[in-house]
């Protein structure tokens, strides 16, 4: 493979952010993406963590301090039970909250036991379901078997994590969140007024701590182009807040905005308030924009030769998009981790869902197998969208390399391949070239469960070190997988997850409720077919969640052809993805869903699995139609 060109980077610095909130276990790998690409073409690029630093000040003892100062002013009247019990016992939470930081970073592993021992923590609402039924024995070990000590104690401290957060959303902000903060004001919001009246706001404990945090990371890395990535609505406000202070800091720096939540939700931009904070909005993949950028700001590029970029011109947005090539998945470099805090990330662990505690707990090294989907196919999915439909694989030789690296970095052998779906061909050359130089990993990943993965495909998966795999069997109904254009059935997911299942892997469905024409006798239909597959051991983990129709995928572009009505979207200029829809069915979707989540709950604990799935719906037993899956199909199929 050539040597790709080199871009006359000299004393041009790119600084990428990772806004808050993201993850708190491991970098979000957008800036360790960019930042390894546009090194690997002799440009000065850095990267910092805010996400994570935020927390690590609010949740500090000065910034305990500072939030029992925010708690004292609400009336009583308007102190949640999780503020009483924070302002009650704060002085523990100011013993106990280095400490606990610091195990869960790993620095401190034997601290594991006092905490295990539920007498270390001031224990809040968080706590509380733990000890709701006292009779009935551990409740740990009721959830998910007999934690050792380690486990046990980050559990609990995870929850204390949360008791803190509550206090931060009422004392502070409502919209305060590890994961989904202020996604109001981003997600499907055709009005850019609600995220321009919260930016006008006065500072909060929170937006203070992060004006200063973005002070700091602008001081030390002095950037000509600020880079923040923006993967979901619930990071948008907290990357304009770094605009907003960048901006007020330094007006001659120039910011660029991009990620996933533009790359859907923004698409037709024609809000030009934004640019008060930002100077580009780039769409997709972002390596050849940014180098258009880069190249504009040296004067070696008009701007009428920037690539897949919004701007603000004479005070209207104008999209740009000189064609050009795109980075080939082969040259866009190694990820890097070099300057992010990785000794400072937080392993917590969530007790729910064995395939999210994987999300949670361990320090990833982030890679992409291909970029886009193979297979492009599924009528729910975006796939008219560039990170959806160019597809482009990285060789095993060139990926493994990348392991190899990241490796040698990071100190670490844990991969999670990050793949909408990876494809099995890629997945066998990688797990081959692994086995070839012996490397000892562990990974995981998205994939279809298509026939290709057969038991022999499997085993040399696990052999090469994967431990775990999910895959979308949305609605477990033939009729309605049809539809999706999933490309398989109920019979052959069964058999592909039993095959993974026999090797050890540990394997998740995705589970979906409330497509189009779905009725009620499809939902229990596919609840027996969820609990028939977790009895006969081919699944370990699920998790339903609601259709939600997109502007950009095959429902939304035809929904004729799927049988619904989509309602009118308001008129805005800034954000449009998700678009309501009548479904001449008139399915309750959102009843049925509680008895599905209820359901996956119970299943995952090996509880109920036995039980009429009628009876998780909170339906009269006269409304509710029995399954037309007999008992015993998947075992027949096996």
Same mark, same amino acid.
């Given at each position: 493979?050539?040597?790709?060109?080199?871009?006359?980077?000299?004393?041009?610095?790119?600084?990428?952010?990772?806004?808050?909130?993201?993850?708190?276990?491991?970098?979000?790998?957008?800036?360790?993406?960019?930042?390894?690409?546009?090194?690997?073409?002799?440009?000065?690029?850095?990267?910092?963590?805010?996400?994570?630093?935020?927390?690590?000040?609010?949740?500090?003892?000065?910034?305990?301090?500072?939030?029992?100062?925010?708690?004292?002013?609400?009336?009583?009247?308007?102190?949640?039970?999780?503020?009483?019990?924070?302002?009650?016992?704060?002085?523990?939470?100011?013993?106990?909250?280095?400490?606990?930081?610091?195990?869960?970073?790993?620095?401190?592993?034997?601290?594991?036991?006092?905490?295990?021992?539920?007498?270390?923590?001031?224990?809040?609402?968080?706590?509380?379901?733990?000890?709701?039924?006292?009779?009935?024995?551990?409740?740990?070990?009721?959830?998910?078997?007999?934690?050792?000590?380690?486990?046990?104690?980050?559990?609990?401290?995870?929850?204390?994590?949360?008791?803190?957060?509550?206090?931060?959303?009422?004392?502070?902000?409502?919209?305060?969140?590890?994961?989904?903060?202020?996604?109001?004001?981003?997600?499907?919001?055709?009005?850019?007024?609600?995220?321009?009246?919260?930016?006008?706001?006065?500072?909060?404990?929170?937006?203070?701590?992060?004006?200063?945090?973005?002070?700091?990371?602008?001081?030390?890395?002095?950037?000509?182009?600020?880079?923040?990535?923006?993967?979901?609505?619930?990071?948008?406000?907290?990357?304009?807040?770094?605009?907003?202070?960048?901006?007020?800091?330094?007006?001659?720096?120039?910011?660029?905005?991009?990620?996933?939540?533009?790359?859907?939700?923004?698409?037709?931009?024609?809000?030009?308030?934004?640019?008060?904070?930002?100077?580009?909005?780039?769409?997709?993949?972002?390596?050849?924009?940014?180098?258009?950028?880069?190249?504009?700001?040296?004067?070696?590029?008009?701007?009428?030769?920037?690539?897949?970029?919004?701007?603000?011109?004479?005070?209207?947005?104008?999209?740009?998009?000189?064609?050009?090539?795109?980075?080939?998945?082969?040259?866009?470099?190694?990820?890097?981790?070099?300057?992010?805090?990785?000794?400072?990330?937080?392993?917590?662990?969530?007790?729910?869902?064995?395939?999210?505690?994987?999300?949670?707990?361990?320090?990833?090294?982030?890679?992409?197998?291909?970029?886009?989907?193979?297979?492009?196919?599924?009528?729910?999915?975006?796939?008219?969208?560039?990170?959806?439909?160019?597809?482009?694989?990285?060789?095993?030789?060139?990926?493994?390399?990348?392991?190899? =690296? @990241?490796? %040698?970095? +990071? !100190?670490?052998?844990?991969?999670?391949?990050?793949? *909408?779906? /990876?494809?099995?061909?890629? &997945?066998?050359?990688?797990?081959?070239?692994?086995?070839?130089?012996?490397?000892?990993?562990?990974?995981?990943?998205?994939?279809?469960?298509?026939?290709?993965?057969?038991?022999?495909?499997? =085993? @040399?998966? %696990?052999? +090469? !070190?994967?431990?775990?795999?999910?895959?979308?069997? *949305?609605? /477990?109904?033939?009729?309605? &997988?049809?539809?999706?254009?999933?490309?398989?059935?109920?019979?052959?997911?069964?058999?592909?997850?039993?095959?993974?299942?026999?090797?050890?892997?540990?394997?998740?469905?995705?589970?979906?409720?409330?497509?189009?024409?779905?009725?009620?006798?499809?939902?229990?239909?596919?609840? *027996?077919?969820?609990?028939?597959?977790?009895?006969?051991?081919?699944?370990?983990?699920?998790?339903?969640?609601?259709?939600?129709?997109?502007?950009?995928?095959?429902?939304?572009?035809?929904?004729?052809?799927?049988?619904?009505?989509?309602?009118?979207?308001?008129?805005?200029?800034?954000?449009?993805?998700?678009?309501?829809?009548?479904?001449?069915?008139?399915?309750?979707?959102?009843?049925?869903?509680?008895?599905?989540?209820?359901?996956?709950?119970?299943?995952?604990?090996?509880?109920?699995?036995?039980?009429?799935?009628?009876?998780?719906?909170?339906?009269?037993?006269?409304?509710?139609?029995?399954?037309?899956?007999?008992?015993?199909?998947?075992?027949?199929?096996?």
């Amino acid at each position: 493979m050539k040597a790709a060109p080199k871009v006359d980077g000299a004393g041009f610095r790119v600084l990428c952010l990772i806004p808050p909130m993201t993850q708190l276990n491991t970098p979000y790998p957008a800036s360790a993406y960019l930042t390894g690409f546009l090194r690997s073409r002799g440009i000065d690029a850095r990267q910092d963590d805010l996400a994570l630093k935020l927390v690590l000040e609010l949740f500090s003892v000065a910034g305990l301090t500072q939030l029992r100062a925010c708690a004292l002013k609400l009336e009583e009247a308007q102190r949640s039970a999780a503020v009483n019990q924070f302002l009650d016992h704060h002085a523990r939470y100011l013993e106990t909250i280095e400490a606990t930081l610091g195990f869960l970073q790993g620095r401190d592993p034997t601290l594991c036991h006092r905490i295990a021992s539920r007498g270390f923590l001031p224990e809040g609402p968080r706590f509380w379901p733990l000890d709701a039924d006292e009779d009935e024995g551990d409740p740990l070990a009721w959830a998910f078997g007999a934690l050792g000590q380690h486990d046990r104690a980050r559990h609990l401290a995870t929850l204390y994590l949360n008791d803190l957060a509550d206090v931060v959303r009422d004392a502070v902000d409502d919209r305060f969140a590890f994961v989904r903060y202020a996604e109001q004001l981003a997600s499907s919001q055709a009005s850019y007024d609600p995220m321009a009246q919260a930016l006008a706001a006065e500072h909060n404990l929170i937006d203070a701590t992060l004006h200063r945090l973005t002070l700091q990371a602008l001081h030390a890395h002095r950037p000509h182009l600020l880079v923040l990535s923006v993967p979901f609505p619930g990071a948008l406000y907290g990357a304009l807040r770094i605009a907003q202070s960048a901006r007020a800091h330094d007006p001659k720096l120039k910011i660029c905005l991009g990620g996933g939540y533009v790359n859907t939700e923004l698409r037709e931009l024609a809000e030009p308030r934004l640019f008060e904070w930002v100077d580009f909005v780039t769409l997709d993949a972002g390596e050849r924009p940014l180098l258009s950028i880069i190249e504009h700001l040296q004067g070696r590029r008009s701007a009428s030769r920037l690539q897949r970029c919004f701007t603000r011109v004479q005070g209207e947005v104008t999209y740009t998009h000189w064609v050009e090539p795109d980075v080939a998945f082969d040259e866009v470099g190694t990820p890097t981790w070099a300057g992010l805090p990785m000794a400072q990330y937080l392993s917590l662990l969530d007790l729910l869902n064995p395939m999210h505690r994987l999300w949670s707990d361990g320090r990833w090294n982030k890679l992409t197998v291909a970029h886009g989907c193979y297979w492009k196919k599924c009528s729910f999915c975006d796939v008219s969208l560039d990170y959806i439909s160019r597809y482009d694989a990285a060789t095993a030789t060139v990926l493994v390399d990348r392991m190899e =690296q @990241l490796m %040698a970095e +990071s !100190g670490q052998s844990g991969f999670h391949f990050v793949d *909408e779906a /990876a494809p099995p061909k890629a &997945l066998k050359a990688m797990a081959e070239e692994i086995l070839r130089r012996g490397l000892r990993v562990s990974w995981w990943g998205n994939i279809r469960f298509e026939k290709t993965f057969t038991p022999e495909l499997v =085993q @040399l998966l %696990a052999d +090469s !070190g994967c431990i775990a795999l999910s895959g979308g069997l *949305e609605v /477990a109904s033939d009729r309605l &997988l049809a539809l999706m254009k999933k490309g398989v059935t109920v019979q052959q997911v069964a058999r592909v997850t039993r095959s993974m299942a026999d090797a050890g892997i540990l394997v998740h469905a995705y589970l979906m409720y409330g497509f189009p024409t779905q009725t009620v006798q499809d939902t229990v239909d596919a609840l *027996e077919y969820v609990r028939q597959l977790f009895e006969a051991g081919c699944l370990h983990s699920g998790f339903f969640h609601r259709f939600a129709c997109t502007v950009h995928s095959p429902v939304g572009l035809d929904p004729q052809a799927y049988g619904i009505e989509l309602l009118p979207l308001p008129e805005g200029a800034f954000a449009r993805n998700d678009v309501a829809f009548i479904d001449p069915t008139g399915t309750d979707h959102e009843l049925l869903g509680r008895g599905l989540k209820k359901a996956m709950y119970n299943y995952m604990h090996g509880i109920g699995l036995d039980r009429d799935v009628r009876t998780w719906f909170e339906l009269p037993r006269k409304t509710c139609p029995k399954p037309t899956v007999r008992p015993g199909t998947v075992a027949a199929w096996l």
